[in-house]
Structure formats: structure tokens, C-alpha cells
């Protein structure tokens, strides 16, 4: 049942980039005039700070596929509680704020999809869930083989009973998708690890990065945002700025601003390379490139929507997680169907016994 709501609510986060604009929940800018140049970071972060007073900033990012936009995350304590974050699109030409981000009913989905509400908790819960849901593939398709021996591979036969018919087609669809629902549920189960990871990354690389920073306390006037970009893309040549994390928040130590470079192909676009940068100076001090469980995890949590090959890998991944569901659904009627002839079967066993009257 659990694995029904992952794939029922999975299928619009698949297309959550069209439906927040069908639904105006998505930002919206003008194309800039001819020659008009970016705004800088610092600028837009005060504008953020301006609209928002008495909060501080945490992060303020980029779209890859909207390179219009500017992203700023503000919240009322640097190290405040990812939920309680507000995070606003700003046009990076005008710096003219377009609205909230990540707002909207696609946002009760994909929490539903997440941790159905019960934080890092119920995270591990559905990669629980998603772990098991790998075993059931592989003990399915394990069951299936010995099946093709007696009958031809995709035979349905029609002339028996309901619950054959069904249990043909949960058969066969199940080893149709066999691949797509591993890759599917694997990557799902590397996302829910998502904190769990980035604890590790923060307890050994990033501890190993900052401990010639000791000690240090946290910057009294932070360094120009403009400074800190401009220092990270001297330091990754070709990269661009992913997001910059604030000293004190978890990407990060409370020294140290962290700027996450990414690449500019598919693939590398997905991978960011930290760059650590003194909080007052803005000077560059330490970059090493991700530990693989994290660059798996950056990986794995595009190709778990289908965000890779754009609309026509979408509708693929779609009509997939269609044909999970009606597995998923024919699997709860075979088992439903086998409890209650299995409970009958006590019932008329004992009613047998009885004396007539």
C-alpha cells in the first residue's frame, strides 16, 4: 500500500515543472532587453533581505534551465529548519521578486512522496519501503522463470478465472517494468538517505577542509557575495555557481561560505563540486570534489523523476509508473482474494464438523 501512494503521487511529481505552470505556481520573467547584464548576488541578496526584514540568508542559488532566475533562501536563523525557509524567485536582470518557490499542491505531493509528513523519520520509513519494494521485483521475476517453462513467456489465459486472469497480468507486467522499477526504486531509496549522507560528508571531508580553520569564530561582516562568486569560478575554471551557502548553515562550516560549482553538459550538471571560501575575506581555502556517495545521490535523485532527456523520457517514465501501479493494484487484489478463500476455508472445515440439527 505504501508502494501505491510512492507511485500514485510519483506520477504528477514527474511532470511537477509543467503542472506548477499550468497552475501559475511557477515564476514567470521577461525576456531582458538586448546587451542587459545579470544583476550581482549582493544585490539581489539585499533586495531579498529588504523584502524580508529580520530574516537572514541562508542561500541564494541559480536555475540551470531558467538562467534568468535567482533564488533566495532566507530564514529567520541561519541555521533554521529547511521547512521554515522562504524561498523567493527574483528576475536576475531587474531583480524584480516573481514569487515564492516550491509553493502550491505539487508541494503537499511530493511531501506525501518524501516522508508523508513525519520528516527524516518517515524518509527512512519509504526507503525502507522502496528496499523491500526491490526484493519483491527480484523474488518476482525469480518466480516467473519456472512459470515460462509450463506456459509460453506473456500467456494470459483467458479461460480461467478471474483471479488467474489478474494474476497473468500482474505476471507479466511486473517483468515488463522488472528494470525501470529497480532503477526507480533504488534511486528512491539513495534519496531518502539524502541527511544521512550529507552527515557523513560534513563529519569527515568537510571536517577536513575547515580544520585549518579551528577555533576560528564566525565572521563579524560577511564578505561581498559578488567577491565570493567571482573567487569560486577563478577556482573551478568552466564551472558555473550552483548555490552559495551562508557560513553556519549545514552545507557548510560557520566560518565559510560554500559555493557548489556544477558543469555545463547533462551529466555534469548535475554533479557540484564544493569550493570553500573564507567568510570575511571571500578568498578561496580549500575544494575537493564530492566523496561517490554523494555525487551517486546528485545522480540518482534527477533519474529517479525521469529529468534527464527531457519531455519525451518523461512520458516514458509516466507510462511506466502507470503500468507499477496497476502491478501494485492487481498484487492487492490477488492478495486480498487468497486471505479470504484462505479464511473461508477454516469456516467451512468447522461448519462440517457440526451436527446436524
Not at 38 to 43: A, N, R, V, Y
Request: positive net charge.
Amino acid at each position: 500500500m505504501f508502494l501505491l501512494l510512492l507511485c500514485l503521487t510519483g506520477l504528477p511529481l514527474i511532470f511537477h515543472h509543467e503542472i506548477d505552470e499550468l497552475l501559475g505556481y511557477a515564476p514567470v520573467h521577461e525576456a531582458p532587453a538586448p546587451g542587459s547584464a545579470k544583476l550581482g548576488f549582493e544585490t539581489i541578496g539585499r533586495i531579498a533581505l529588504e523584502k524580508y526584514p529580520g530574516q537572514v540568508m541562508q542561500y541564494i542559488a541559480t536555475e540551470k534551465d531558467e538562467p534568468g532566475l535567482v533564488n533566495t533562501f532566507t530564514n529567520s536563523a541561519v541555521n533554521g529548519k529547511p521547512d521554515d525557509a522562504v524561498v523567493t524567485s527574483f528576475d536576475a536582470y531587474s531583480g524584480r521578486a516573481l514569487g515564492l518557490s516550491g509553493t502550491g499542491p505539487m508541494l503537499v505531493v511530493l511531501k506525501l512522496h518524501t516522508d508523508v509528513y513525519l520528516g527524516q523519520a518517515g524518509k527512512l520509513f519509504m526507503g525502507a519501503m522502496g528496499f523491500l519494494f526491490m526484493v519483491a521485483v527480484v523474488s518476482g521475476a525469480v518466480l516467473y522463470w519456472p512459470f515460462t517453462r509450463r506456459l509460453r513467456f506473456a500467456t494470459i489465459r483467458a479461460g480461467k478465472s478471474r483471479r488467474i486472469i489478474w494474476l497473468d497480468w500482474h505476471n507479466l507486467l511486473g517483468v515488463v517494468t522488472v528494470v525501470w522499477a529497480l532503477v526507480v526504486g533504488g534511486t528512491g531509496v539513495i534519496n531518502t538517505l539524502a541527511e544521512v549522507m550529507l552527515s557523513g560528508w560534513k563529519a569527515n571531508e568537510l571536517a577536513a577542509m575547515v580544520a585549518p580553520y579551528a577555533g576560528k569564530p564566525p565572521p563579524v561582516r560577511l564578505a561581498s557575495l559578488d567577491a565570493v562568486a567571482a573567487n569560486a569560478m577563478r577556482a573551478a575554471p568552466g564551472m558555473e555557481i550552483g548555490f552559495i551557502a551562508f557560513p553556519g548553515t549545514p552545507f557548510t562550516s560557520t566560518h565559510h561560505y560554500a559555493a557548489f560549482m556544477r558543469g555545463n553538459t547533462t551529466l555534469t550538471a548535475r554533479l557540484l563540486t564544493p569550493v570553500l571560501l573564507d567568510g570575511e575575506t571571500g578568498e578561496v581555502a580549500d575544494s575537493r570534489e564530492l566523496p561517490i556517495y554523494l555525487k551517486a545521490l546528485l545522480v540518482s535523485q534527477p533519474l529517479h523523476f525521469g529529468d534527464y532527456g527531457g519531455m519525451p523520457l518523461k512520458i516514458i517514465w509516466a507510462l511506466l509508473d502507470v503500468l507499477t501501479i496497476i502491478v501494485l493494484g492487481s498484487g492487492l487484489y490477488l492478495w486480498w482474494v487468497r486471505r479470504k478463500k484462505t479464511h473461508r476455508a477454516p469456516a467451512a472445515s468447522f461448519n462440517s464438523l457440526k451436527p446436524a440439527p
